[in-house]
């Protein structure tokens, strides 16, 4: 269950050519007020209910608020105001690629990713081999992943973020990942954690992913909800709505 | 800059203990980062061993003749002094930028937010012990070494590392909203070296001792060092409650800071 009520974010900002120390200390001097900071509204009077078992997608243009939303559902970011409860753990991706390192093998950054997702640590080896089991990637993991394709790196990533299933999960954008084969694995893999957790929140901008794996949708629009109900009705609506 | 953010404070203790707590985490990620930074040379971390050897070595030749030290003596100065210097500079210089270079991780995890400063410590911790090869050779090389004089050096160790780490979290959370003082820690740093008497022996002050006295780092980093050199002396314990002293009015003010200043790193990142 996860519930928010009155929601606020708002950022605040100086304006870089107030921020110097020497216009500040002018300001200050002549108790002029130009430096104080400017706000940006970034989620205003956000009201949502998810119960166990929904699938929420969140929609939205550029700078509507989704990630910001998202980072204060995960718990990183304190909203200015309002409440918000989450039942259970939550697991967030933001960046799967969070803290890897190009120079060492892949091996190091399965362990790396491990440890900042806070896995327990006597768990950590069966883990490490679970993981690079499901990647696929053999022998390269012992290699620095600088020498990875594009792809082995995506491959890795993934089976590293979908690794733990997590009470509640949130999604800055579908996890997916590799060749035909590797994509059908990936799918089943996501179906297994979607199943398992309690509430799955994920902004996407793809039709297939709000109609096929969630049923509630959440519009954002300028940091307002907009709209929210089923995701197919909505999603056409919002279509509509930017095609004017 | 005053922030008109209106955020409930956070529990500064229960924050620092968990991240205390949570000691597999930054000791891993920072042995990790030492790995990183040696990788594909030649010596691997045993460079920060070599860089220091050479550093003393130039260092008691060339200045030992200008000072007119006795190379015994004095080759043992300059490398406890020299480490101990290594590991406060490095600390409270990298401190300063440590939240604002981990922007990402800090937007994104959910890890308490004194496990970065806490990972800097133990790296350089890590190097410390890298540099102590160089101590002990001179040591062994130049009459011994003295096994109490070791252990109550580790204990100022551990008194400064305390101090260290509260003086240097604090300095990071400030250096978020006024990105100056990175800066300007960095040049101080360079003034403090030749101010502190770290290469240059403290009785060359003649009366003029009160010099080194109100300096906090010359107490920081003779509560290292002297026990190495001359063992247990009434001074180390002047060194030692200095040092501790800082320690304990860094770890309260500490709290403070991550009380009022926690919740609004997400906003200034």
Known sequence: MIKVENLDVHFEYVAPENSSFRVRLKNRILKESHSYPKSVKALNDINLHFQDGDRVGLIGHNGCGKTTLLRVLAGVLMPTAGVVKVEGQVNSVFDPGLGMDLESSGFDNIKIRLMLMEFPVSEINSKVKEIAEFSELGVALHRPIKTYSAGMKVKLSFAIATSISPENLIIDEWLSAGDAEFVQKALTRMKWIVDQCRVLVVASHSQDVIENWCNKVVWLDNGYVKKKGHPKKIFREYLEFYKK | ?269
């Open chain 2, 1 to 269: 800059m005053k922030s008109n953010l209106n955020l409930p404070r956070a529990d500064g203790k229960k924050e620092l203990q968990s991240a205390l707590l949570k000691w597999r985490v930054w000791t891993f990620l920072g042995e990790i980062e030492i790995k990183q930074r040696y990788n594909k040379t030649l010596l691997g971390p045993f460079w920060i061993t070599g860089a220091l050897a050479i550093f003393v070595g130039a260092c008691s030749f060339i200045y030992g003749v200008l000072f007119k030290q006795d190379l015994a003596e004095y080759m043992p100065y300059v490398a406890a002094g020299y480490i101990a210097w290594a590991y406060i500079s490095g600390y409270l210089t990298e401190a300063c930028s440590v939240f604002i270079l981990h922007e990402n991780y800090i937007n994104q995890l959910r890890l308490p937010i004194l496990i970065y400063p806490l990972k800097v410590v133990w790296r350089l911790l890590l190097t410390l012990l890298h540099h102590a090869v160089v101590l002990f050779v001179v040591l062994f090389a130049f009459g011994g070494i003295n096994p109490l004089g070791i252990l109550l050096s580790l204990i100022g160790l551990l008194t400064l590392s305390v101090a260290l780490f509260s003086i240097g979290s604090i300095f990071a959370f400030y250096s978020v909203t006024n990105r100056d003082i990175p800066i300007v820690t960095i040049s101080i740093f360079q003034i403090l070296f030749l101010i502190t008497p770290i290469i240059w022996p403290a009785s060359a002050l003649g009366k003029r001792m009160e010099i080194a006295y109100f300096n906090p780092f010359y107490h920081m980093v003779e509560v290292v060092r002297s026990p190495i050199l001359n063992g247990f002396s009434n001074e180390w314990l002047v060194h030692l409650s200095v040092t501790g002293f800082l320690g304990l009015l860094g770890t309260i003010i500490l709290i403070r800071v991550i009380s009022l200043k926690q919740y609004q790193l997400g906003y200034f990142l």
